[in-house]
């Protein structure tokens, strides 16, 4: 199999049909792409952010011709944690686009370090795949892509709250009064670490914002994209507590769901596990013992290793370089829709089980 040069671009596009959580114009939806290169593309490592940057993105050729090797190339959609950013998936994404893939990330208005945090971002989590679809349509129309996307091969990877947001994109259904219930007796029950006291914010919310308002009242609607069919949850956050487990066993397409045993931000059995037990076409891989939460972002500069080691510092004896690698490894097997062949579960494959 060919190993392609990677391009990376960015762009904007709007959602006439949500608004700003400021209420002052169409939803942003900003996304970064990355995808099989032109054999001649010079390829250089990027570090994020430019000024002072924190973490290694990864080799890319900025804004390169797309391949001429095939016609159509399939499409993987990705969703990033709380708080991050596309490019913070930039380490999944560029071995993804090295297979012969893109993949199109984007960052979540509201929920997002490329902008001011807002509380109704870090709340009305069902927001998300909408974002997903809506990207999905432009590029499709116009843009870099147009004409060369394989939408009959269309899949989805997301981490953390990424990971809530591909199954969600999959057919879940949120309902929010199981989460509280579930939550409720959690440390992490008020708020996530960007905004401990979140849950504070929804009265006053009701109350004073009309977008709000709106986005709150369609939190158990459907959000099932056809298109998409097959999922990626890297560490899936504790928000899939909220999916109806109606919704759950009536999904189709297989989900891939990938989790370090130290997670203590998504732990795997409350989080993980529990998904996999109530999605019948799901597999289950422990990455590690050590390997934590925030091992799967991308590797940090040792100036983010410096100012959020929490993020950028692994145990010991964790190569999160590794740990990419084979994450990559068992999410393209998914992705090139070997993992299930023969109607077999992948857990009963060969390499996949519990580790």
Request: negative net charge; aromatic residues 8%; glycine residues 8%.
């Amino acid at each position: 199999m060919k190993t392609f040069k990677v391009g990376f671009r960015e762009g904007v596009i709007i959602d006439p049909q949500r608004r700003t959580w400021s209420g002052d114009g169409p939803r942003p939806i900003a996304w970064a792409a990355w995808y099989p290169a032109d054999d001649a593309a010079s390829e250089l490592l990027t570090l994020i952010p430019a000024v002072s940057p924190l973490f290694i993105m990864g080799t890319v050729a900025r804004d390169a011709a797309l391949s001429e090797d095939q016609e159509r190339f399939p499409i993987v959609l990705l969703s990033h944690g709380t708080g991050g950013t596309a490019s913070s998936l930039g380490w999944l994404a560029q071995r993804i686009a090295a297979a012969g893939l893109i993949a199109v990330g984007v960052d979540h208005h509201g929920n997002t370090a490329s902008e001011p945090y807002r509380p109704e971002g870090f709340l009305c989590w069902w927001e998300r795949p909408r974002d997903l679809s809506v990207v999905l349509d432009a590029l499709a129309e116009k843009g870099p892509f147009v004409g060369r996307i394989d939408m009959g091969r269309v899949s989805a990877a997301g981490f953390s709250l990424g990971g809530y947001t591909v199954i969600s994109l999959s057919g879940a259904v949120t309902n929010m009064t199981l989460f509280a219930e579930w939550a409720r007796e959690m440390p992490f029950g008020r708020g996530p670490r960007e905004y401990p006291d979140l849950a504070d914010h929804i009265e006053p919310l009701l109350q004073e914002s009309s977008v709000f308002r709106a986005s709150w009242e369609r939190q158990s609607a459907s959000y099932l994209d056809t298109r998409v069919n097959t999922a990626i949850a890297l560490a899936p956050a504790p928000t899939v507590r909220a999916f109806t487990l109606d919704s759950l066993r009536t999904i189709k397409a297989p989900v891939t769901i990938m989790v370090g045993d130290a997670d203590s931000e998504a732990p795997a059995d409350s989080c993980s596990a529990w998904l996999h037990g109530n999605l019948p076409q799901s597999t289950l891989t422990l990455l590690g013992r050590d390997v934590g939460h925030y091992t799967l972002l991308c590797e940090g500069t040792e100036r983010g290793k410096e100012t959020e080691p929490a993020i950028w510092v692994d145990r010991p004896g964790v190569d999160r370089f590794s740990i990419h690698n084979r994450a990559a490894s068992i999410a393209l097997s998914a992705l090139l829709q070997d993992s299930f062949r023969d109607g077999r579960r992948q857990a009963d494959l060969p390499g996949h089980s519990r580790q």
